[in-house]
């Protein structure tokens, strides 16, 4: 079979003008807030060995990555589906020795195996923090807090946190709500799809509260501490710590049992999303990175995809094009960059600002609309 040319695989596509400047100046924005915060930027490859990506966070599956055999080491690499698990991984060798915590910062493509029905693409751009070596609520706050700014600085409006507690079913059916071993995984299914009726009929009643709290966070929190257990009164004392500095703009749910997108995160873990923007465009949490010697160490950190930013229409280029036509003097065109504008010299007469679309001309030394 031949392929059109042009064509690229499912998933995949070319960001053109304007949307792939959209997507590098989201990128350079939050970088630039994570940096302002003391998080130093890393730039791990594209693939790696595939024991790399899979061993380092619990939960990473091989079958989940892009995996190809690598024709000069004759070993299986993987395209990197997340960026987190190489932080982890420079942080748990070349970084091992560096006084904690480490604040590392990161943004570059990440490769999907699979699409989803919500996100048809595979290939995403990924930008985010992370903090190495505590996971108290202090890192928490400090996390969340530079994420929300990062999109504020990024121009992205109307967000909305929505917390969860990723590993909370495992601590409760370990503790007071104990539940045998075998059982977990069906009351697990059972709650991502808040099926109560099905709980019920599991004969695990117990559980129900979970799935009736999720929504509002103030109004969450009030009804879970009616449920009044030890692991769960601790984690919500924690949320509302993280919660109560953050700027009243940001609209704050609570789904105490939401998982899907969490498989590494532990006690703590949140999304982001925006308004008019469909789907999530961040996720984050805390997580335990395993070292060489099987020490674990615990973590916490923050990413944001880019790509739903851009194609709802956010960071938008805000510069505006002025047109300069032949002849005129070099010195008069750089004047006008340093003051702002982007100038696109005409190199031909028959040129035209309406090809270069630009929203000017600079006409007897000033711009005037084209
Ligand atoms: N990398 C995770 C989010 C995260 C960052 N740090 C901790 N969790 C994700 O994209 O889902």
Known sequence: ???????????????????????????????????????????????EFEAGLVGRLKSTRAQDLLRFVDPVSQRTMAVR??????????????????????????????????????????????????????????????????????????GVSGITLDFTLPNLVETLAQGSLATEPARISEIRALLDAKDAGGLAAAKAEAFLPLVEAAGPFDAAVARLRGFADGALVSRLDALEAIAAPLDAAVALTLDPTERHGFEYQSWFGFS??????????????????????????????????????????????????????????????ARMRAEGWVTVAALTDDDTPAAQICSHVLKDGAPVPA
């Open 272 to 333: 982001l999303f925006a308004e008019g923007v469909s789907g999530e465009i961040g996720r984050g949490g805390s997580y335990t990175i395993v070292h060489e010697d099987g020490r674990e160490e615990p973590a916490i950190g923050f990413s944001i995809y880019c790509d739903p930013l851009v194609d709802a229409g956010l960071a938008p280029h805000e510069r505006q094009r002025l047109f300069v036509p032949v002849g005129t003097d070099p010195a008069l065109a």
């Open 81 to 154: 589906p997340d960026i987190t698990a190489q932080v982890g991984r420079i942080a748990a060798t070349r970084m091992a020795h560096h006084p904690r915590p480490v604040r590392l910062a990161y943004g570059g493509s990440v490769l999907k195996l699979k699409a989803t029905q919500l996100r048809p693409e595979r290939e995403m751009m990924q930008v985010g923090a992370e903090l190495i070596g505590l996971d108290s609520v202090a890192a928490a706050r400090e996390i969340v807090s530079v994420a929300i700014e990062a999109l504020g600085q990024a």
């Open 1 to 47: 079979m031949t392929i059109p040319p042009g064509l690229l695989p499912e998933g995949f596509r070319d960001r053109l003008p304007p949307e792939a400047e959209a997507i590098a100046r989201l990128v350079r924005r939050v970088l630039d807030t994570a940096a302002s915060h003391g998080y130093e930027r890393v730039s791990p490859p594209l693939a």
